[in-house]
């Protein structure tokens, strides 16, 4: 027990993220963004560019993607990111897990650390560059993640709970 | 009897996989083939059909004759491949796993640890019934992609064999049991007359099944005892003859008949507006249309009704098929389920491996007080090869009984599942203001009539809009179109009112009945309307619990519960919406470990 004390999640208290997953948040959503704006993008660009004629009509089609691009990187970037953020709590407590999360549709979960069949962190090169897992904790019907924690907490987080889950009797 | 001591050995399925299996395969490709070459083929006996000569008819008995050697050649060819495949085919039952070995040049070994069984299963086709074979499936939980693992073509013996050692051997393995399990003694302990049959449950097909069950089958070998029989029950006349006829089809040939009568209705309707345009044309064109319209219409509702009504009837017989010879028993720890006259089908699943308790009602069993009754399993991946989805039988879970009086439900499951037999009977109640959010939710946002109105509505303004633009162009033809218009849409409007006034009933009913209990050890949810579903379930098989809420769940202080178990494929949630917003927070204080004692004891 002492070990896991560094888990600012032992007490009872519910705990947020890592204030650092909203600069995740951010440059994921903005990559898919300009990812997706590209791909619809370009046809027109080439429409626009081979076309003899007058295709003035892809130039509008391309003003108005960009025009919706540009809106949606203002919401995904500058307003969701602190709501999510505010709203995402977790409170790993002795023996169950507690995910609160959702803006319009707010999902209260309880996980039972006794139906967990496995935990893993994950970390993909974002959230590496800031420091930062993934827990992700599996039960027979279905899994959880919790976004960004400081690595070695998320580390913590799943030896627990694959402790705690390997003292299930039986599975299913 | 002495395929039950060799532990580790290796053991081949029965040697019809090969000619019987053979046969089946051979069928199928000269079926594929004569398909693909029928047009050559016709073309080829109508060519000689036009000219033959003398020559010509000497060449036919050559030409059939050597068709007929390419197809024993082709059937040798298959034959020989399932010989070869079935010399790699083979199981173990280990100390501590089941394997499967297959493949020729890609071998395959499936491992089956004997804790992950969840059912073992077999089905017999009417051919395979007749040799007394079948195929065995092993369901595992394995996740989302799991299939099933099958054994085809083992002899009856053989697989009542192997099922009662892989049930030995997972209790055993359940246990704990580190040491080679003792070998279960083929005797058996106590003559098996302990067995409670529930009296009058026999009905006319049971005759065909108790011949099925003398004749056996040619290899079907000798029964094998697999444990005590506590619990029995089968169908009684009436239960099978209306579980046939309240099934779905039922309900899909009485909407067919009213939606068809509905249409004469319209016809109808319709044939007043063209006489109400003045012009000579029109008249005799219409006069023309009058004249054999109603007899055409007359005779395609006749037809549909006439081929819903054959439909019907097949799907009764089928469905009296399919369940002709049901038997539920208790053996043991576990329970089976078989069934089916011509198509036989066995289940069997162990009490700790049923996630649930399924009770439900369709409108028209509701209405005579019926219901049936399902075990939720973890159910593995459905290959496409099951027949049984053809005629209506393709449910989830283990169907203990197809039609069952609403009261009898208790004592049935007192005695097929004691473990399940002090299920909570305090119903929580969804909020007040359930009623009304019921109203809007499923009148307004999923009403099928409101949305059929509002369309409607749309495409009527639109046409009138259309006539108003090019109005001058043609003044009587538009008059003409917006009569038309005007009048499919009275139709549509009154179909709304009907399906508006449908919604409205279905929420209300759906607000008197729905709730949820929870006790110590389960929890159950009711959602009613015209059908209703009960879904019950141990507290230990709930694997998370959620509550979700939307802004106006918010300001009305409800809350949507949500338990998912690992029921049929990947996973089921049984969903309540708009439980109180304090029961829902007890409920999920409830769903916490421990919490049941400290829910439990603050009653």
């Known amino acids: 027990m002492q070990e896991s004390s560094t888990l600012p999640s032992q007490s009872a208290s519910e705990s947020k993220l890592d204030p650092r997953i909203k600069s995740v948040w951010r440059i994921n959503d903005a990559l898919w963004i300009?990812?997706?704006?590209?791909?619809?993008?370009?046809?027109?660009?080439?429409?626009?560019?081979?076309?003899?004629?007058?295709?003035?009509?892809?130039?509008?089609?391309?003003?108005?993607?960009?025009?919706?691009?540009?809106?949606?990187?203002?919401?995904?970037?500058?307003?969701?990111?602190?709501?999510?953020?505010?709203?995402?709590?977790?409170?790993v407590s002795e023996d169950y897990l507690e995910i609160r999360k959702g803006i319009v549709w707010r999902k209260h979960y309880v996980i039972p650390f006794i139906r967990v069949q496995n935990t893993d962190t994950r970390q993909g090169p974002i959230l590496r560059a800031f420091g930062l897992a993934s827990v992700t904790v599996a039960t027979a019907a279905g899994e959880h993640e919790i976004p960004g924690l400081r690595t070695q907490d998320a580390e913590l987080?799943?030896?627990?709970?694959?402790?705690?889950?390997?003292?299930?009797?039986?599975?299913v | 009897m002495a395929a039950t001591n060799n532990e580790g050995a290796r053991q081949h399925v029965h040697h019809s996989y090969i000619w019987l299996g053979g046969l089946q395969a051979f069928f199928i490709v000269v079926v594929a083939v004569a398909i693909s070459a029928m047009s050559s083929i016709i073309g080829f006996i109508a060519e000689v059909g036009s000219r033959?000569?003398?020559?010509?008819?000497?060449?036919?008995?050559?030409?059939?004759?050597?068709?007929?050697?390419?197809?024993?050649?082709?059937?040798?060819?298959?034959?020989?491949?399932?010989?070869?495949?079935?010399?790699?085919?083979?199981?173990?039952?280990?100390?501590?796993?089941?394997?499967?070995?297959?493949?020729?040049?890609?071998?395959?070994?499936?491992?089956v640890p004997y804790q992950r069984i969840q059912s073992v299963d077999q089905k017999a086709t009417l051919l395979q019934r007749i040799f007394g074979v079948c195929s065995v499936s092993i369901d595992t939980a394995g996740g989302s992609s799991n299939k099933a693992i099958i054994i085809p073509y083992v002899s009856k013996n053989q697989a009542e064999t192997l099922r009662r050692e892989l049930f030995a051997r997972k209790q055993w393995a359940t246990q704990g049991g580190d040491a080679p399990m003792p070998l279960p003694s083929n005797a058996p302990t106590s003559a098996p007359t302990a067995s409670a049959t529930v009296p009058g449950t026999a009905n006319i097909l049971d005759v065909g099944d108790e011949a099925w069950q003398q004749v056996g089958g040619v290899f079907a070998g000798e029964a094998v005892f697999t444990g005590t029989v506590s619990y029995e029950y089968g169908l009684s006349n009436k239960e099978l003859l209306l579980s046939g006829l309240s099934g779905n089809a039922s309900f899909i040939a009485i909407v067919a008949v009213v939606v068809v009568a509905v249409l004469q209705v319209v016809a109808g309707l319709f044939d007043l507006f063209p006489s109400s345009s003045n012009h000579v044309v029109e008249m005799a064109t219409s006069m023309a249309a009058q004249q054999s319209a109603p007899v055409i219409a007359a005779w395609v509702a006749g037809a549909i009704i006439a081929v819903s009504l054959v439909g019907w009837a097949l799907s009764i017989l089928s469905t009296c098929l399919s369940y002709g010879g049901f038997h539920a028993r208790r053996r043991d720890d576990r329970i089976e389920v078989e069934r089916g006259l011509l198509q036989h089908q066995f289940q069997g699943v162990s009490v700790e491996r049923i996630q649930s308790v399924e009770v439900r009602q369709s409108f028209i069993r509701r209405l005579m007080g019926y219901c049936e009754i399902t075990l939720g399993k973890v159910d593995a991946g459905n290959d496409s090869e099951d027949n049984s989805s053809a005629n209506g039988l393709a449910q989830r879970g283990v169907v203990i009984h197809p039609f069952v009086k609403k009261d009898r439900v208790p004592e049935i499951l007192r005695g097929l599942l004691p473990e399940f037999a002090e299920l909570p009977d305090e119903p929580i109640a969804v909020a007040p203001v359930a009623l009304r959010r019921g109203l809007i939710r499923r009148c307004l946002w999923q009403g099928g009539g409101f949305w059929l109105a509002v369309c409607t509505l749309a495409l009527q303004l639109l046409m009138h809009c259309l006539a108003g633009i090019d109005g001058d162009l043609a003044v009587d033809d538009g008059v003409v179109m917006l009569g038309w218009t005007d009048a499919i849409a009275t139709g549509l409007y009154a179909l709304a009112a009907v399906l508006l006034v449908l919604d409205i009933i279905g929420s209300v009913l759906w607000f008197r009945e729905s709730s949820f209990a929870?006790?110590?050890?389960?929890?159950?949810?009711?959602?009613?309307?015209?059908?209703?579903?009960t879904v019950?379930?141990?507290?230990?098989?709930?694997?998370?619990?959620?509550?979700?809420?939307?802004?106006?769940?918010?300001?009305?202080?409800?809350?949507?519960?949500?338990?998912?178990?690992?029921?049929?494929?990947?996973g089921t949630t049984v969903r309540l919406i708009d439980a109180r917003e304090a029961d829902a927070l007890a409920w999920l204080d409830w769903t916490k470990p421990g919490g049941n004692r400290t829910a439990t004891a603050e009653r």
């Open chain 1, 157 to 171: 987080l799943r030896d627990k709970a694959a402790e705690l889950a390997r003292l299930a009797r039986e599975d």
């Open chain 2, 518 to 533: 929870m006790n110590e050890r389960f929890m159950s949810v009711t959602n009613g309307g015209f059908s209703t579903v």
């Open chain 2, 52 to 111: 033959m000569s003398l020559r010509d008819a000497m060449a036919v008995p050559i030409i059939i004759g050597l068709a007929a050697l390419g197809l024993l050649v082709l059937f040798g060819i298959v034959v020989a491949t399932r010989a070869w495949s079935y010399k790699h085919l083979y199981y173990e039952v280990g100390p501590s796993e089941f394997n499967v070995y297959s493949g020729i040049f890609n071998k395959k070994r499936v491992h």
């Open chain 1, 34 to 91: 300009v990812v997706c704006a590209i791909i619809c993008i370009v046809p027109f660009l080439i429409v626009l560019l081979a076309a003899d004629e007058d295709a003035a009509w892809a130039g509008t089609v391309m003003l108005l993607e960009v025009i919706a691009a540009v809106a949606l990187l203002v919401v995904f970037l500058g307003v969701l990111p602190s709501i999510r953020y505010a709203r995402w709590r977790y409170r």
């Open chain 2, 536 to 570: 019950s379930f141990p507290r230990n098989k709930i694997q998370f619990g959620y509550t979700k809420t939307n802004p106006f769940q918010r300001a009305a202080r409800t809350a949507s519960i949500h338990a998912r178990t690992a029921a049929g494929v990947g």
